[in-house]
């Protein structure tokens, strides 16, 4: 895998990836930033969100679960002095199909945090507190 970051100006970024995709990321105006992007850590936070929703979407799809949406909601805490980490992460999944089977998602929502996502790992392997909870919502 690979990623290119390019300086634009003051402290606005282009991320390329390696499949050909870009992203501006900014800071905020007291840092220099236009407020043009998303900041760094939000990029983080996002690719957490993605990884482990991907992952979810994907194994309830293999088990033949009738998933119709499927979003979640991240908060996270960072350290209050430099460097600024993740100390605590929570991961809320909304997973909505016609006759969703608990079990499945709940399942689902595990294989993703103790297995497959490998965002969410990582950081958990650096001391990051990652939590989930989900909530199965009918169509």
């Known amino acids: 895998m690979k990623a290119r970051v390019k300086w634009v100006e003051e402290v606005t970024f282009l991320g390329e990836s390696g499949s050909g995709h870009a992203v501006i990321m900014d800071g905020p105006p007291e840092m220099g930033g236009r407020n043009l992007g998303v900041r760094p850590m939000e990029m983080v936070l996002l690719g ?29 805490e960072r350290a209050a002095t430099e460097p600024k980490v993740f100390t ?52």
């Open 48 to 76: 957490v969100g993605g990884c482990t929703a991907f992952d979810v979407v994907h194994i309830l799809r293999k088990a033949r679960q009738p998933v119709e949406d499927c979003w979640v909601e991240l908060e996270a």
């Open 88 to 139: 605590r992460i929570h991961i809320k999944f909304f997973v909505k199909g016609k006759e969703l089977k608990d079990a499945q998602v709940q399942r689902a929502v595990e294989l993703s945090a103790e297995k497959y996502c490998s965002a969410s790992l990582m950081l958990k392997q650096a001391g990051v507190q990652i939590t989930h909870e989900y909530s199965v919502v009918t169509s």
